[in-house]
């Protein structure tokens, strides 16, 4: 079973930044795809961005140019870095990884990140 641990999260005032980390428990080069979901209270998980083999990034429209997702396949670990941040961003951050062979998504427990006016 594949585990993947967030952290990085936590409380920063508006215009911060935060890097989010996501380490995984096997070969990231295994999955097809690997990203980063959020979860804002009474609101459905959002894609916030994805990277995709051969290295194809993609970012919901509320985080362009101000999130960056990265990969260091030596640590099996994939980042969010998360700038200028707005009180819209608060939410509960997941990480997903997705192997197409196994057909199957796998979710991070998710970490906190709380942006105040």
């Known amino acids: 079973q594949v585990q993947l641990v967030e952290s990085g999260g936590g409380l920063v005032q508006t215009g911060g930044s935060l890097r989010l980390s996501c380490a995984a428990s096997?070969?990231?080069?295994?999955?097809?795809?690997m990203g980063w979901y959020r979860q804002a209270p009474g609101k459905q998980r959002e894609l916030v961005a994805t990277?995709?083999?051969?290295?194809?990034?993609n970012y919901a429209d509320s985080v362009k140019g101000r999130f960056t997702i990265s990969r260091n396949n030596a640590k099996n670990t994939v980042y969010l870095q998360m700038n200028s941040l707005k009180p819209e961003d608060t939410a509960v951050y997941y990480c997903?990884?997705?192997?197409?062979?196994?057909?199957?998504?796998?979710w991070g427990q998710g970490t906190q990140v709380t942006v105040s006016s």
């Open positions: 990277l995709s083999s051969p290295g194809y990034t």
């Open positions: 997903n990884a997705f192997n197409v062979f196994e057909n199957k998504d796998y």
């Open positions: 096997r070969s990231i080069v295994s999955f097809n795809r």
